[in-house]
């Protein structure tokens, strides 16, 4: 009876060493099998959104909180009344410079109009002028020829001395005449030489005109650039989403660069996760793993691998030496990978922790 016990316990502890034995080869199987990881985390896309410009906050939306918005909700709006009036008074010196501008012009074209009226007096002046010294040259030389003519036939025939004497003083007379004809003709010839220095003297009103012009451009550039800011002066989102943080309030007055809120898409969150080197033969593009979000420890969500890093975590920060020495560290690198989750009632917001398996 005894014997019989005995062989029974034996037979009894071997069964059951034998199941231990099967359970433990499975689960080193199954565990050799699945990859895991517990340093994956939610991330989305995440978008911080900066004042462009130097501002009175005029509306913060802190209300909108955690909220949900739509896409071109105003969250941030600042007061634009100091450039408002700077952009009048931009515009104001425009439209002087303008008039500015045509009344340059208009002196210009009465100044060089008159200057071509007075030049074509002065050509019509001396035009007549060398027509009349050129008749008084020929009645004078003929004047001339008379006279010697004269003296001959007062030898000859006894003509009157007066007659003579009468013709001496008329062509003394139209020597004079010719003489004051010529002064006329070289004062207006200085006249004509005098206007068209004045003529060359109408670049002055050119360069004045092109002081005024870009001083014009450099105000049309300045407004340009107003006007643009003016459009910075209200901040919508980019694209819908939930707001994270505000970080001014109202009243506050802001600077160019200074952060105004974070919103972020929970249509694009995604999970990233770090696999050993070792493992990265088994990442492969399409491959579906397993998720246990640390929030949700009794759910599991099914991912699908979506990318893979091209480069390690280390690969920029710890570089290994190329030269071999006896003090040379291994560093054990990691590949980040991204999953994208298939959908799920559960309630996730980026930031949460998770478990990753990954079958081999």
Same mark, same amino acid.
């Given at each position: 009876?005894?014997?019989?016990?005995?062989?029974?316990?034996?037979?009894?502890?071997?069964?059951?060493?034998?199941?231990?034995?099967?359970?433990?080869?499975?689960?080193?199987?199954? /565990?050799?099998?699945?990859?895991?990881?517990?340093?994956?985390?939610?991330?989305?896309?995440?978008?911080?959104?900066?004042?462009?410009?130097?501002?009175?906050?005029?509306?913060?939306?802190?209300?909108?909180?955690?909220?949900?918005?739509?896409?071109? $909700?105003?969250?941030?709006?600042?007061?634009?009344?100091?450039?408002?009036?700077?952009?009048?008074?931009?515009?104001?010196?425009?439209?002087?410079?303008?008039?500015?501008?045509?009344?340059? +012009?208009?002196?210009?074209?009465?100044?060089?109009?008159?200057?071509?009226?007075?030049?074509?007096?002065?050509?019509?002046?001396?035009?007549?002028?060398?027509?009349?010294?050129?008749?008084?040259?020929?009645?004078?030389?003929?004047?001339?020829?008379?006279?010697?003519?004269?003296?001959?036939?007062? %030898?000859?025939?006894?003509?009157?001395? @007066?007659?003579?004497?009468?013709?001496?003083? %008329?062509?003394?007379?139209?020597?004079?005449?010719?003489?004051?004809?010529?002064?006329?003709?070289?004062?207006?010839?200085?006249?004509?030489?005098?206007?068209?220095?004045?003529?060359?003297?109408?670049?002055?009103?050119?360069?004045? %005109?092109?002081?005024?012009?870009?001083?014009?451009?450099?105000?049309? $550039?300045?407004?340009?650039?107003?006007?643009?800011?003016?459009?910075?002066?209200?901040?919508?989102?980019?694209?819908?989403?939930?707001?994270?943080?505000?970080?001014?309030?109202?009243? %506050?007055?802001? /600077?160019?660069?200074?952060?105004?809120?974070?919103?972020?898409?929970?249509?694009?969150?995604?999970?990233?996760?770090?696999?050993?080197?070792?493992?990265?033969?088994?990442?492969?593009?399409?491959?579906?793993?397993?998720?246990?979000?640390?929030?949700?420890?009794?759910?599991?969500?099914?991912?699908?691998?979506?990318?893979?890093?091209?480069?390690?975590?280390?690969?920029?920060?710890?570089?290994?030496?190329? +030269?071999?020495?006896?003090?040379?560290?291994?560093?054990?690198?990691?590949?980040?990978?991204?999953?994208?989750?298939?959908?799920?009632? /559960?309630?996730?917001?980026?930031?949460?922790?998770?478990?990753?398996?990954?079958? @081999?």
């Amino acid at each position: 009876m005894n014997r019989h016990r005995i062989l029974e316990g034996k037979i009894l502890v071997s069964l059951l060493l034998i199941i231990t034995a099967i359970v433990g080869l499975y689960w080193f199987v199954a /565990l050799n099998r699945v990859i895991t990881v517990d340093n994956a985390q939610l991330k989305a896309r995440l978008t911080t959104v900066r004042s462009s410009v130097n501002g009175l906050v005029e509306y913060s939306a802190v209300e909108k909180i955690r909220n949900r918005v739509d896409q071109g $909700s105003v969250i941030v709006d600042l007061n634009t009344d100091l450039i408002a009036e700077e952009i009048n008074a931009t515009r104001y010196q425009i439209t002087k410079l303008e008039k500015a501008i045509e009344y340059i +012009k208009t002196e210009k074209e009465l100044y060089l109009n008159g200057i071509q009226i007075n030049k074509d007096d002065a050509i019509l002046q001396r035009n007549i002028i060398q027509s009349e010294i050129a008749r008084n040259e020929f009645e004078l030389n003929k004047s001339n020829e008379l006279l010697v003519s004269l003296d001959h036939i007062i %030898e000859q025939e006894a003509l009157a001395k @007066k007659d003579i004497h009468d013709m001496e003083i %008329e062509n003394r007379k139209r020597k004079a005449e010719q003489e004051i004809q010529s002064l006329t003709l070289r004062q207006l010839n200085n006249t004509l030489k005098n206007l068209d220095n004045e003529k060359e003297k109408s670049i002055l009103f050119n360069q004045r %005109e092109e002081e005024l012009i870009s001083e014009r451009e450099a105000l049309l $550039s300045k407004l340009k650039i107003l006007e643009y800011k003016i459009t910075r002066y209200t901040y919508n989102t980019p694209f819908a989403g939930v707001i994270n943080e505000v970080f001014v309030n109202d009243g %506050e007055y802001v /600077l160019e660069g200074q952060r105004l809120y974070i919103l972020h898409a929970p249509e694009s969150i995604y999970l990233e996760a770090k696999f050993y080197e070792s493992d990265f033969s088994h990442l492969e593009l399409g491959k579906e793993v397993s998720v246990t979000l640390d929030a949700y420890p009794n759910e599991t969500i099914t991912g699908v691998i979506s990318k893979v890093g091209a480069l390690t975590d280390g690969q920029l920060n710890v570089l290994p030496s190329s +030269k071999i020495t006896s003090n040379f560290i291994r560093i054990r690198q990691y590949v980040p990978v991204r999953i994208e989750l298939k959908e799920t009632d /559960l309630s996730i917001i980026p930031g949460l922790m998770a478990t990753v398996k990954l079958e @081999k």
